[in-house]
């Protein structure tokens, strides 16, 4: 990973800037364009995110549901997309935290797909790659999911080196 990151490092200083113009319009000009806009723009990203927690769901035993991508209001903000899963209070903290995974699988895409392609298949890669890097972050919903988990298991470290169990 240490060798992609420092190909991406030296990727022409162009493929910085069109990848962070992206990221700046994902992040502030699309969601003021409207909610359709916004979730077309971010559809790729959207789409990896949901996979990563429907993956690591799956793996863990979880039951998840098939991602679902079609935006719904959820009180004052829209939920982009979504994955319902059974897990316990181990498996809870890796699941909503999964699309973590999505930053390096970002940049190895950015190194190896989006280089590689010319004309306007190099701007869709660059599209790509930087929405899915912008889905790399957990959403607020994550963070709230996995919040509890992360208080719990941490007090019990605590307990347990406190203890001197660690």
Known sequence: MIGIAKQFVA??????????IVLVFDL???????????????LPGTAAHEFCH???????GAKPSLPN??????????????????????TLIPI?????????????????????????WYLAHVWIASTVLAASLPSKQDWFVAMPAIVIALALFFALRELGHV
Not at 32 to 41: I, T
Not at 96 to 120: C, D, E, H, N, R
């Open 28 to 42: 502030v000009a699309a969601p003021r364009l409207g909610m359709w806009v916004y979730s077309l723009f971010s």
């Open 11 to 20: 990727l022409p200083i162009v493929d910085h800037l069109l990848i962070g």
């Open 96 to 120: 909503a935290l999964a699309p973590f995974v999505l930053f390096p699988v970002g940049i190895w895409y950015a190194v190896f797909v989006m280089t590689s392609a010319a004309g306007w």
């Open 54 to 60: 429907w993956l690591v769901a799956l793996l863990l």
């Open 69 to 90: 991508l079609i935006p719904a209001r959820d009180g004052n903000a829209w939920r982009l997309g979504s994955v319902r899963s059974s897990p316990n209070l181990i």
